[in-house]
């Protein structure tokens, strides 16, 4: 029996916790990083078991559990780990954190630290428990940095950090939204996706760019936002000479001389103060049979495993949203076949049984401690469900990718239902990060992942660095347009060449577009060729277009910027435009559920209730859907370049030019006006928004209107749900 399986067993005596402490120190006195590592694991399994172990011994695992320098873990408990000897006392003071109050590094967080407190360029790859973002707000919280630029993949991620970081108000300004500009009188925290970087027009010098999940730079992972990510390093840290910091997990190596050339510090660790216990339940299923069978076979396994795991925190990756539903859906059909209960009430059931439909599932799993969670949700209800989640209200999520790489929970275990992303095998690395997300610093010592499917074959993960690399192969044309003549490699140098006959004002607003380049030549030749046409109205329009006019963009966007391959809830332009006319016209997305609902009602003949709430929750998550992919990001994108390109185009032909922004502006902003669109950003509903907005003056900046709130809660909360009233105080 392994050391560890006799820690977990709980049935050790006194002399077995002793013996086990002799083994460690002996390890530790070789000095060998394999047997530190090995020690630090067995330490966090004693953590695990710490009340099960004799008192008296505690003194003697205390000494081990700081020599192998897990402070944030004695700090917490502090009550019964105590550090007798002053050299003890002085060596454990020196892991505070220069500048987070009562906050305790471990030993390769401190080091991280002082690399990044110096002022080097760092390239951090270190597991998930690591806690290498807890290093972003010590950079923040020691105001070295003047302006500061955070990227990170997700809005959600992003709102997490501002929520953490508005702490720092007095220092920084926090700019979350390309309308707002930033302030002289104090630093600028910029927290933008990597696209509003781009689109941003009015940054000051940045004296630091953090980039979280750096990896996402790489083309041969195949992420089809690399580009945009590549062009923002390009723009920050190439026009600035920015100091910069990139962390990300599980990662090897990256590009060979990108670290020489930024002079940058590429620090790697395995480093964790959590375990991940690996089950292994593959081999129960047979994976010849056909995927509806397979999936019967592997359900029957995860709800038994479910009703075990019960007040566990647990997350199952599921590879769609669909399935992600449909599971959850089926796990608390199975809670009720078995009598249970509903026996949680939390204010977003109410919410969504006013504002959406009491019938749509997730209300009625939400009762029973269960939710989902995936990329179609409304922004709000999915900060929500992870906030309940990492409270303890919820113990159960069905996730897609986006937990997984979008925000940070305190799941003690996860589930590998499937074993693919995005319709291919996940790899290696991929397994790496969703198993890292068992077991949480300062939250559960030891994590679970239970594989449903074969963990992949580990393999050596390298991150190429596109814009330095410049493979000939991999480099698109989008990266290359942006970096400088100076730096372009000879391997490349006729495509850039070729690329840079494109006229000048022409290809300056093709860079800040960072869309296809070949996308957008084609859309500037038709544009171009209908601009002295009749087609000239469907071109120069302002305020809100007709019909035409956003069939006339959207077919010009088809393939150039956009595209309807992926065949959900969106089949092409015309059906797009007629989503969007209708939006327009309602103000309110529930009014395009209400329509796929009814569209599907209409094509079953003899429906059942069952079927009814099926297909209610299939029209939720397709105008969802269509919301947050369409509404919000895909479609205010494509209006945007072609914005820009029709006010070329129309200069040259000497013609008065449309303009698209108040358009653009009402549809990523809920046709909610201007002042109060900060409100969406920091996920509040936009129906409290609209019903709030006669109470707040209209002549206030958006910072105006969240101090306004902030000083007139009892007049701006006036007949609101609890639930509104939470996402406010949460959000401001």
Request: glycine share 4%.
């Amino acid at each position: 029996m392994s050391i560890i399986t006799q820690i977990d067993s709980g049935n050790l005596s006194y002399d077995d916790f002793f013996e086990i402490a002799m083994h460690c120190s002996k390890l530790l006195s070789t000095a060998n990083s394999e047997d530190e590592m090995t020690v630090r694991t067995i330490a966090i399994h004693v953590l695990n078991n710490w009340g099960k172990m004799p008192h008296e011994l505690y003194p003697v695992w205390t000494d081990i559990i700081e020599s192998v320098g897990f402070y944030p873990y004695i700090w917490k408990n502090s009550e019964t780990m105590n550090i007798w000897s002053l050299s003890d006392k002085v060596r454990q003071k020196t892991f505070l954190s220069d500048y987070l109050s009562s906050t305790y590094l471990h030993k390769e967080q401190k080091k991280l630290s002082k690399y990044l407190l110096s002022g080097k360029n760092v390239i951090a790859s270190a597991p998930t428990s690591f806690g290498k973002s807890i290093l972003i707000e010590e950079l923040v919280a020691s105001n070295k940095y003047r302006n500061i630029v955070i990227i990170q993949p997700t809005l959600a991620l992003l709102d997490e950090t501002r929520i953490k970081l508005k702490k720092y108000n007095k220092n920084y300004k926090i700019i979350v939204r390309t309308s707002q500009l930033p302030v002289i009188g104090k630093g600028n925290l910029f927290l933008l996706t990597a696209e509003r970087v781009m689109e941003y027009d009015h940054l000051p010098p940045i004296d630091l760019l953090v980039i979280d999940e750096f990896y996402k730079l790489s083309l041969k992972r195949i992420d089809e936002r690399a580009d945009i990510l590549n062009n923002a390093f390009l723009k920050i840290v190439g026009k600035f000479k920015s100091k910069f910091y990139l962390l990300g997990p599980n990662i090897d190596g990256i590009t060979p001389g990108f670290a020489e050339k930024y002079n940058a510090e590429f620090y790697k660790s395995d480093f964790s103060l959590v375990d991940c216990n690996v089950i292994d339940l593959s081999g129960k299923f047979d994976f010849s049979l056909s995927e509806r069978s397979l999936d019967k076979q592997k359900l029957l396994v995860l709800y038994k495993l479910l009703d075990k795991l019960k007040n566990e925190q647990t997350l199952i990756y599921c590879s769609t949203p669909a399935r992600a539903r449909r599971f959850a859906k089926g796990y608390f059909e199975h809670l009720c076949e078995q009598g249970k209960e509903p026996n949680i009430k939390l204010p977003l059931i109410e919410w969504i049984n006013r504002n959406v439909n009491p019938n749509w599932s997730l209300s009625k799993e939400l009762a029973y401690g269960l939710a989902i969670h995936d990329g179609s949700l409304q922004k709000h209800i999915g900060a929500s469900i992870i906030k309940y989640f990492n409270d303890g209200l919820l113990w159960c999520i069905f996730c897609t990718s986006t937990i997984i790489e979008g925000v940070n929970t305190s799941a003690k275990n996860v589930v590998l239902f499937d074993g693919k992303k995005g319709g291919k095998d996940i790899d290696f690395f991929d397994y790496s990060n969703i198993k890292g997300r068992s077991g949480r610093m300062m939250e559960h010592y030891v994590g679970t992942i239970y594989n449903f499917v074969r963990a992949p074959k580990k393999e050596s993960i390298v991150i190429d660095i596109p814009f330095y690399e410049q493979n000939r192969k991999v480099l698109s044309n989008e990266i290359l347009i942006n970096i400088k003549k100076s730096d372009v490699q000879p391997q490349v140098v006729d495509r850039y060449n070729k690329l840079y006959e494109i006229e000048p004002e022409l290809m300056k607003i093709i860079k800040k577009n960072g869309t296809s380049v070949d996308g957008q030549m084609n859309i500037y030749n038709a544009l171009q060729s209908d601009i002295n046409t009749s087609k000239y109205h469907n071109i120069a329009w302002t305020q809100m277009p007709k019909r035409e006019a956003i069939i006339y963009i959207l077919k010009l966007a088809e393939n150039n910027i956009l595209n309807f391959k992926s065949k959900h809830a969106v089949l092409s332009y015309k059906q797009l435009a007629l989503y969007i006319e209708m939006y327009i016209k309602s103000r309110n997305i529930m009014s395009i559920v209400k329509n796929i609902y009814s569209y599907r009602l209409k094509k079953i003949k003899r429906l059942t209730q069952e079927q009814k709430y099926n297909q209610l929750d299939c029209a939720i998550e397709e105008g969802f859907h269509i919301y947050r992919h369409w509404f919000h990001f895909t479609v205010p994108k494509a209006f945007r370049v072609i914005d820009s390109l029709q006010r070329y185009v129309c200069e040259q032909n000497g013609k008065k030019a449309g303009s698209y922004s108040y358009f653009v502006q009402q549809l990523e902003n809920d046709f909610i006006r201007e002042n109060l669109s900060i409100l969406i950003e920091y996920g509040i509903p936009s129906d409290t928004v609209k019903r709030i907005a006669d109470r707040i003056p209209l002549e206030l900046d958006e910072d105006g209107v969240v101090e306004f709130i902030k000083h007139n809660k009892s007049t701006v909360y006036n007949a609101l749900l609890q639930y509104e009233i939470d996402r406010l105080n949460q959000a401001l």
